[in-house]
């Protein structure tokens, strides 16, 4: 995914409100950016650190920007959630994703029951759900997801089971935007019933994905799949 006009570069001031984000350009203007993240952040966020910011031309919008990545310990980190599911879906169509090769129908955002998945996949032997979560935690040399207690995401694991109950195939794809880390497991310390309903959803098929992304002012690409440790 290559971004479509040249990001704004700045510095992190403060985030707030967890939805906004005080960043100080170049030319020492302070403006207010929009944080997409919901989450703690843990482990990248830095006052003081270079950040990249897309420009909005939305009237409709009060914050004319949107925090797209921070620079931390040498490399860039994602921030932006919504980016996830743009790679995944790119990554899926094209065949870059060695598990998620050979369909010939991809499309985003489909319903399974009450639930609404990222992406949806088929051939003419079988049909694929794809669920899509962001990761930017890091501890040592794993990348860790969630970063912040998430009953969202219990559910979606719970539905994706659905799906494997239903003999069809069920996938948890996890983007990580970061480099710095080898190795992606969940983050039991901080959501324990994740952390379970992960090692449930395992148990009955569900199929875990780590997929690693580089990530630069210029353009973010999946670049590897990671190894997966559920304990």
């Known amino acids: 995914m290559q971004f479509k006009e ?13 939805f ?6 170049e030319d020492g203007t302070v403006v207010t950016a929009h944080c997409t993240n919901s989450g703690s952040m843990k482990t990248c966020l830095e006052t003081g650190a270079p950040v990249c910011l897309t420009p909005v031309n939305d009237p409709k919008r009060k914050t004319k920007f949107t925090w797209e990545m921070i620079f931390i310990n040498g490399g860039w980190i994602g921030i ?6 743009l790679l995944a879906y790119e990554a899926i169509r094209d065949g870059k994703i060695k598990k998620l090769r050979g369909y010939t129908s991809v499309k985003r955002e489909v319903t399974f029951g ?3 998945f990222d992406i949806f996949a088929e051939n003419d032997r079988e049909k694929c759900f ?5 990761v930017t935690m890091k501890s040592g040399d794993f990348a860790l997801f969630p970063d912040a207690v998430t009953t969202r995401g219990k559910k979606h694991l ?4 659905e799906v494997k109950k239903a003999g069809m195939r069920a996938v948890m794809l996890y983007v990580i935007q970061r480099t710095g880390v080898h190795r992606f497991g969940p983050a039991r310390e901080i959501d324990p019933a994740y952390a379970d309903a992960l090692e449930k959803a395992v148990t009955a098929g569900v199929e875990v994905i780590p997929v690693q992304a580089e990530v630069s002012p210029e353009k973010i690409e999946i670049v590897r799949e990671l190894p997966f440790v559920l304990r």
């Open 20 to 25: 906004l984000a005080d960043v100080e350009l």
């Open 130 to 134: 794809v669920e899509v979560k962001n």
């Open 158 to 161: 719970e539905t994706l089971m």
């Open 114 to 116: 009450d639930s609404r």
């Open 6 to 18: 040249k990001l704004v570069h700045g510095k992190l001031i403060k985030r707030y409100k967890r």
């Open 80 to 85: 932006n959630t919504s980016i996830p599911n």
